[in-house]
Structures are given as structure tokens and as C-alpha cells.
């Protein structure tokens, strides 16, 4: 799994964005400080939290250009890591939790 992490383009927003080799998907994550409770995150969006919801790297970067201003190369470093988990499998833990969330 990846995870890069950029400021947002509102104050105190964070996003994330990577590759989920587990669940084969790309993934944007954006979070900012929660209005009520001290030291928590509220998410604002959550893309790629399914099996094969994103997969490409342009789809994710497009998502989260709405929320960050961005690398212009970003789409080639998440293709690269995406690569770079091609001869990786799931152990028997991550088969039984993708079973168990998402079915056979």
C-alpha cells in the first residue's frame, strides 16, 4: 500500500491518496479536524474503499485535485506503485478480512 499526503486547499484539510494492492483499487481519503470533538478527523470524502472502485491512477488524481493542489507528476508516481506490487499475493489474513467484508 502507498499513501501520499497533501495539504488541502481548505484550511486544515488533509488528503491522502495511494494504491490498496489488497483491494486493487487506487484510494483519496479527505480529512479535516473535527468541529465538535478536540484531536479527531471528520471525513469529508472516501473514494476507493471497495474492491476495483478506482483503477487508475488518473481517475484518483482527478478526485483528488477538487481537495489539493497536486504534483503534476502524481499520476506516474501512483502508477509506480501500483507497479511495484505486481508480484505481491494476499497472506490468509487479508483473503479471511476480504471474505469477511466483501464476500467471496
Given amino acids: 500500500?502507498?499513501?501520499h499526503q497533501f495539504p488541502g486547499i481548505e484550511p486544515g484539510t488533509?488528503?491522502?491518496?495511494?494504491?490498496?494492492?489488497p483491494l486493487g483499487t487506487f484510494f483519496v481519503q479527505v480529512l479535516r479536524p473535527h468541529p465538535h470533538l478536540t484531536g479527531e478527523d471528520e471525513t469529508v470524502?472516501?473514494?476507493?474503499?471497495?474492491?476495483g472502485e478506482?483503477?487508475?491512477a488518473a481517475a484518483a488524481v482527478t478526485i483528488a485535485s477538487r481537495w489539493a493542489d497536486l504534483p503534476a507528476d502524481l499520476a506516474i508516481t501512483l502508477e509506480t506503485d501500483r507497479l511495484m506490487t505486481l508480484g505481491q499475493s494476499d497472506g490468509e489474513a487479508q483473503i479471511a478480512i476480504k471474505r469477511r467484508f466483501f464476500g467471496d
Fill in 1 to 3: 500500500m502507498s499513501r
Fill in 45 to 51: 470524502a472516501w473514494h476507493g474503499a471497495h474492491p
Fill in 54 to 56: 478506482l483503477t487508475t
Fill in 14 to 21: 488533509r488528503v491522502s491518496i495511494g494504491w490498496d494492492r
